[in-house]
């Protein structure tokens, strides 16, 4: 038997209204039923017809639906506005949605998309190269063939068998299913290039200055010290400057480089012309101005970057393989029967244990251990990357000659974890070969070996002709926590000299110390994951001298309960020193409570072989209930005849920068220092201010939204304007920019508080927020007939040339509609149907004759629309 649920009031005015439930049989004998039980008498309600009548419902067997007649008990005189869309659940008015895109549950993008009515639901419209961007093989399906590029459609499931689209409007959800066939098989973290966005033209300049003004007892000196870091981005170029200017007793310019540069999709790799540095995986790194094309593997899916081994096994049915590392579930997916191969792990550590399981369909479980460790150049099976540079080689020093060079590298990722490598440098009086190999061998770790031959002209003219052997290790002990991050060693014969030394040969009259060895070496232990221990070492010999140089560091650090200390070591032995430096170290840093919970003192003190030891105290920490404001206080001793010192200093990191101020002085003199930084960009929407930016960053434009807080950024606001500079992004790969709607104003509103970019290499992407700006109005429209129907449609009038959508509504019970970015005085257009006529009328208003009560921030007004 049909239900019908009454819910019984004793409010004369109305009887139904949304969220009161009336459910009525689609029975013409029906009607005369509610028209007698709904009839406003003043509470009083003939109950037990009513309940007779209800309970001979079960005769007659319909669909349910909702009378939208009920709403307007308290106005019969008014009919109804057509509310079919409502009649279903889950049914909507059609229109432009801001929505978050979800394609098998996994989030997209975020957008407007608009709905159309299908039979009382709605259907998004959606575009082949939409689809194509949310990484459906569009190419496979023939039903798309009739459709341009960018012309919408509806249905999916008419153009993709078993796909289909749900639109969840209480949450703005729009979930597409799509079989997995269907999707273009990508590595895990893969963004389709053709989403990478190359941003809006801009330029802007980093800033960093710094000045001090020192006074002594015979001589007082001030000097101040300016970096610049500058761009301008056109298209998919981008044009990059670094330049200085110090100023003590006079003003020097330096621009140390410029260059140009854009990204080159197809071949995921990077294009730069001018001033560069090499590639320092194979030779030493050298600085030039020419042509430089290289691998970025920012450009790559994270689970495609670095090392990680290709997982193979046997599946004797469809099977779950599970993948964990120290006892972390690190990957999983299902397999079908036979051999598998899982090539797209995201690198974890550099070496360790990752233990395989496959849980076959009947229950049964296998499990293995696969141990890999890598060297820093090892590269996944298949993977290839490569640099090649061309130009003249600059070393910053006068005197050095500039030959014209060309520099090429080569890595290959082959399978049983080997990667081969090598590489060229070929000038005219220099030329050098490289080739190596590097391998995992499980528990015993990764070794790499490489040689380098070189033959090389010196300023006399004579040939030089020599060898290079290196080795690395790789190690992390998992269970004991010991890691040999990097075990290095390179032996040099008496010929050799890399492309440094042989250009330094002509400056210094063909006397050049090249490098006999090196050895490098790195080991840190761990205690129970609050204490580690660290060991580094290094050390160089030279050909035709008898020192050497060298570098040992000792460090022990722990950490309880907020407090931390540690002790440290430090040896340093220059060849052109006899005597070697030795010191260590003894920090104490302990966090405070109450008011000054925010802050912390520290001790620490250092001893050097000379005898000279300093201590210092310090109180640091942020300002209470100012936490942008930090503050030092610190008090030093040191002997040796230097005696007592002390300093202040205050930091300010504000939405448009840092600035600091200081203060220092000891026996012999005082000093102010002074610093700020920053940025300055300018873009199609006129300069904004920001802190200080990095490679690729974003533009929030949320017009007339002035002081919200960015959700992304350490305490960014807008501007007064709307606009704000988010500082950093991740190129080539999702970053999502929130508003904080609660740091909104009472008079603005936005549609949609989150935005989804994907900045390309370099890029200053633009987030955009459809503003309203103005009044929040509670309006409650009648005309001659009284209340207008609930469902009739509302939108604030404009004018053509006005820019932006126009605020909008449906009419609620009694006549009501709550619409924000109201102006002072305007006109609202109403259109609604009933009984097949289309109906519209119109209310002009002034909010100076509204009323607001107490604290609310929204306004009411009352008004007879025409």
Same mark, same amino acid.
């Given at each position: 038997?049909?239900?019908?649920?009454?819910?019984?009031?004793?409010?004369?005015?109305?009887?139904?209204?949304?969220?009161?439930?009336?459910?009525?049989?689609?029975?013409?004998?029906?009607?005369?039923?509610?028209?007698?039980?709904?009839?406003?008498?003043?509470?009083?309600?003939?109950?037990?017809?009513?309940?007779?009548?209800?309970?001979?419902?079960?005769?007659?067997?319909?669909?349910?639906? =909702?009378?939208?007649?009920?709403?307007?008990?308290?106005?019969?005189?008014?009919?109804?506005?057509?509310?079919?869309?409502?009649?279903?659940?889950?049914?909507?008015?059609?229109?432009?949605?801001?929505?978050?895109?979800?394609?098998?549950?996994?989030?997209?993008?975020?957008?407007?998309?608009?709905?159309?009515?299908?039979?009382?639901?709605?259907?998004?419209?959606?575009?082949?190269?939409?689809?194509?961007?949310?990484?459906?093989?569009?190419?496979? =399906?023939?039903?798309?063939?009739? +459709?341009?590029?960018?012309?919408?459609?509806?249905?999916?499931?008419?153009?993709?068998?078993?796909?289909?689209?749900? =639109?969840?409007?209480?949450?703005?959800?729009?979930?597409?299913?799509?079989?997995?066939?269907?999707?273009?098989?990508?590595?895990?973290?893969?963004?389709?290039?053709?989403?990478?966005?190359?941003?809006?033209?801009?330029?802007?300049?980093?800033?960093?200055?710094?000045?001090?003004?020192?006074?002594?007892?015979?001589?007082?000196?001030?000097?101040?010290?300016?970096?610049?870091?500058?761009?301008?981005?056109?298209?998919?170029?981008?044009?990059?400057?670094?330049?200085?200017?110090?100023?003590?007793?006079?003003?020097?310019?330096?621009?140390? #480089?410029?260059?140009?540069?854009?990204?080159?999709?197809?071949?995921?790799? +990077?294009?730069?012309?001018?001033?560069?540095?090499?590639?320092?995986?194979?030779?030493?790194?050298?600085?030039?101005?020419?042509?430089?094309?290289?691998?970025?593997?920012?450009?790559?899916?994270?689970?495609?970057?670095?090392?990680?081994?290709?997982?193979?096994?046997?599946?004797?049915?469809?099977?779950?393989?599970?993948?964990?590392?120290?006892?972390?579930?690190?990957?999983?997916?299902?397999?079908?029967?036979?051999?598998?191969?899982?090539?797209?792990?995201?690198?974890?550590?550099?070496?360790?244990?990752?233990?395989?399981?496959?849980? *076959?369909?009947?229950?049964?479980?296998? @499990?293995?251990?696969?141990?890999?460790?890598?060297?820093?150049?090892?590269?996944?099976?298949?993977?290839?990357?490569?640099?090649?540079?061309?130009?003249?080689?600059?070393?910053?020093?006068?005197? @050095?000659?500039?030959?014209?060079?060309?520099?090429?590298?080569?890595?290959?990722?082959?399978?049983? *974890?080997?990667?081969?490598?090598?590489?060229?440098?070929?000038?005219?009086?220099?030329?050098?070969?490289?080739?190596?190999?590097?391998?995992?061998?499980?528990?015993?770790?990764?070794?790499?070996?490489?040689?380098?031959?070189?033959?090389?002209?010196?300023?006399?003219?004579?040939?030089?002709?020599?060898?290079?052997?290196?080795?690395?290790?790789?190690?992390? =002990?998992?269970?004991?926590?010991?890691?040999?991050?990097?075990?290095?060693?390179?032996?040099?014969?008496?010929?050799?000299?890399?492309?440094?030394?042989?250009?330094? +040969? *002509?400056?210094?009259?063909?006397?050049?110390?090249?490098?006999?060895?090196?050895?490098?070496?790195?080991?840190?232990?761990?205690?129970?994951?609050? #204490?580690?221990?660290?060991?580094?070492?290094?050390?160089?010999?030279?050909?035709?001298?008898?020192?050497?140089?060298?570098?040992?560091?000792?460090?022990?650090?722990?950490?309880?309960?907020?407090?931390?200390?540690?002790?440290?070591?430090?040896?340093?032995?220059?060849?052109?020193?006899?005597?070697?430096?030795?010191?260590?170290?003894?920090?104490?840093?302990?966090?405070?409570?109450?008011?000054?919970?925010?802050?912390?003192?520290?001790?620490?003190?250092?001893?050097?072989?000379?005898?000279? @030891?300093?201590?210092?105290?310090?109180?640091?920490?942020?300002?209470?209930?100012?936490?942008?404001?930090?503050?030092?206080?610190?008090?030093?001793?040191?002997?040796?005849?230097?005696?007592?010192? #002390?300093?202040?200093?205050?930091?300010?990191?504000?939405?448009?920068?840092?600035?600091?101020?200081?203060?220092?002085?000891?026996?012999?003199?005082?000093? +102010?220092?002074?610093?700020?930084?920053?940025?300055?960009?300018?873009?199609?929407?006129?300069?904004?201010?920001?802190?200080?930016?990095? *490679?690729?960053?974003?533009?929030?434009?949320?017009?007339?939204?002035?002081?919200?807080?960015?959700?992304?950024?350490?305490?960014?606001?807008?501007?007064?304007?709307?606009?704000?500079?988010?500082?950093?992004?991740?190129?080539?790969?999702?970053?999502?920019?929130?508003?904080?709607?609660?740091?909104?104003?009472?008079?603005?509103?936005?549609?949609?508080?989150?935005?989804?970019?994907?900045?390309?290499?370099?890029?200053?992407?633009?987030?955009?927020?459809?503003?309203?700006?103005?009044?929040?109005?509670?309006?409650?429209?009648?005309?001659?007939?009284?209340?207008?129907?609930?469902?009739?449609?509302?939108?604030?009038?404009?004018?053509?040339?006005?820019?932006?959508?126009?605020?909008?509504?449906?009419?609620?019970?009694?006549?009501?509609?709550?619409?924000?970015?109201?102006?002072?005085?305007?006109?609202?257009?109403?259109?609604?149907?009933?009984?097949?006529?289309?109906?519209?009328?119109?209310?002009?208003?002034?909010?100076?004759?509204?009323?607001?009560?107490?604290?609310?921030?929204?306004?009411?007004?009352?008004?007879?629309?025409?």
């Amino acid at each position: 038997m049909t239900s019908v649920v009454l819910r019984i009031t004793r409010n004369s005015n109305y009887f139904a209204s949304p969220g009161r439930d009336i459910v009525k049989n689609n029975t013409s004998d029906m009607t005369s039923v509610y028209s007698a039980i709904a009839a406003p008498t003043g509470g009083i309600f003939l109950l037990p017809t009513a309940i007779f009548l209800l309970c001979q419902s079960g005769i007659a067997r319909a669909e349910d639906y =909702f009378d939208p007649a009920a709403l307007e008990f308290a106005n019969p005189q008014q009919k109804t506005a057509d509310l079919h869309y409502f009649a279903k659940s889950g049914g909507q008015q059609p229109g432009t949605y801001p929505v978050s895109i979800w394609v098998n549950n996994q989030e997209i993008a975020q957008s407007e998309v608009t709905f159309v009515d299908s039979n009382g639901a709605l259907q998004p419209q959606l575009t082949p190269a939409q689809l194509a961007e949310y990484g459906v093989n569009v190419s496979a =399906f023939p039903a798309f063939n009739t +459709l341009h590029e960018g012309e919408p459609f509806t249905h999916i499931e008419r153009y993709i068998p078993d796909a289909s689209s749900r =639109f969840d409007f209480a949450t703005q959800r729009l979930n597409l299913s799509i079989p997995q066939a269907a999707m273009n098989v990508q590595s895990r973290g893969y963004v389709d290039p053709a989403r990478w966005d190359e941003g809006i033209p801009a330029a802007f300049v980093n800033y960093n200055l710094t000045g001090s003004q020192t006074r002594q007892s015979d001589d007082n000196s001030r000097s101040s010290y300016l970096n610049l870091r500058s761009g301008v981005n056109f298209g998919a170029w981008r044009l990059r400057n670094v330049s200085s200017m110090e100023y003590d007793r006079t003003r020097r310019w330096n621009s140390q #480089s410029t260059w140009l540069q854009r990204d080159l999709k197809s071949l995921k790799s +990077l294009l730069r012309m001018g001033d560069t540095f090499t590639s320092g995986d194979v030779f030493d790194s050298v600085q030039f101005r020419g042509v430089q094309l290289m691998s970025d593997d920012e450009m790559l899916p994270d689970s495609q970057r670095g090392f990680a081994p290709t997982i193979r096994g046997m599946a004797h049915s469809n099977a779950k393989v599970t993948i964990s590392q120290h006892g972390y579930v690190i990957y999983e997916t299902f397999v079908s029967p036979g051999a598998f191969a899982i090539s797209d792990l995201y690198p974890t550590a550099q070496s360790g244990d990752l233990e395989v399981q496959v849980k *076959e369909s009947d229950g049964s479980v296998r @499990t293995f251990t696969q141990p890999f460790s890598a060297v820093p150049f090892m590269l996944r099976e298949g993977r290839v990357k490569f640099s090649l540079s061309a130009g003249r080689y600059h070393s910053g020093q006068s005197r @050095t000659p500039s030959p014209t060079f060309l520099q090429g590298t080569l890595f290959y990722g082959l399978p049983a *974890e080997f990667t081969l490598y090598g590489g060229s440098q070929l000038a005219q009086d220099y030329q050098s070969w490289a080739l190596g190999v590097g391998r995992g061998f499980g528990e015993l770790g990764s070794l790499g070996g490489d040689a380098t031959w070189a033959n090389t002209t010196t300023p006399s003219g004579k040939r030089s002709a020599g060898h290079s052997l290196r080795v690395q290790y790789q190690k992390d =002990f998992a269970g004991t926590g010991t890691s040999f991050s990097l075990a290095s060693y390179r032996y040099s014969s008496g010929g050799y000299y890399d492309f440094s030394e042989a250009n330094a +040969l *002509e400056s210094r009259n063909g006397l050049v110390d090249n490098k006999r060895s090196r050895e490098e070496i790195s080991v840190s232990q761990a205690f129970g994951g609050m #204490s580690s221990l660290a060991i580094s070492a290094w050390s160089q010999e030279y050909w035709h001298r008898q020192s050497r140089d060298e570098t040992i560091h000792l460090g022990f650090y722990s950490a309880w309960r907020g407090v931390s200390w540690g002790v440290g070591y430090y040896y340093t032995q220059s060849s052109d020193r006899q005597k070697a430096d030795r010191s260590w170290s003894f920090n104490l840093s302990i966090p405070l409570g109450g008011p000054l919970a925010e802050s912390a003192i520290s001790y620490s003190t250092t001893s050097g072989n000379n005898g000279r @030891t300093s201590q210092q105290a310090s109180l640091y920490g942020s300002i209470p209930r100012n936490p942008n404001l930090y503050y030092s206080l610190q008090q030093g001793y040191a002997n040796g005849g230097q005696g007592s010192n #002390s300093s202040a200093s205050l930091d300010y990191h504000g939405g448009y920068g840092t600035a600091q101020l200081g203060y220092r002085q000891d026996s012999a003199s005082h000093q +102010l220092t002074w610093g700020a930084s920053g940025s300055i960009v300018a873009h199609p929407h006129g300069v904004t201010l920001g802190q200080t930016v990095g *490679e690729s960053f974003a533009i929030v434009r949320a017009p007339g939204a002035a002081d919200v807080a960015i959700q992304n950024g350490s305490n960014v606001h807008t501007d007064w304007r709307g606009y704000a500079v988010v500082p950093s992004l991740t190129a080539y790969r999702k970053n999502t920019i929130t508003l904080d709607t609660e740091s909104l104003a009472d008079d603005a509103d936005v549609e949609l508080e989150g935005q989804t970019v994907i900045p390309g290499g370099g890029a200053v992407v633009q987030a955009n927020y459809q503003t309203h700006i103005g009044n929040r109005v509670l309006f409650t429209l009648s005309d001659s007939r009284g209340p207008l129907p609930f469902g009739a449609s509302v939108r604030l009038h404009k004018a053509e040339d006005e820019q932006g959508a126009a605020p909008g509504g449906m009419v609620a019970d009694g006549g009501q509609v709550y619409l924000s970015g109201i102006p002072q005085e305007g006109t609202l257009d109403v259109a609604w149907n009933a009984d097949n006529i289309s109906r519209k009328c119109a209310l002009h208003f002034h909010l100076t004759d509204t009323v607001q009560q107490g604290q609310s921030p929204v306004k009411t007004v009352s008004g007879v629309c025409q």
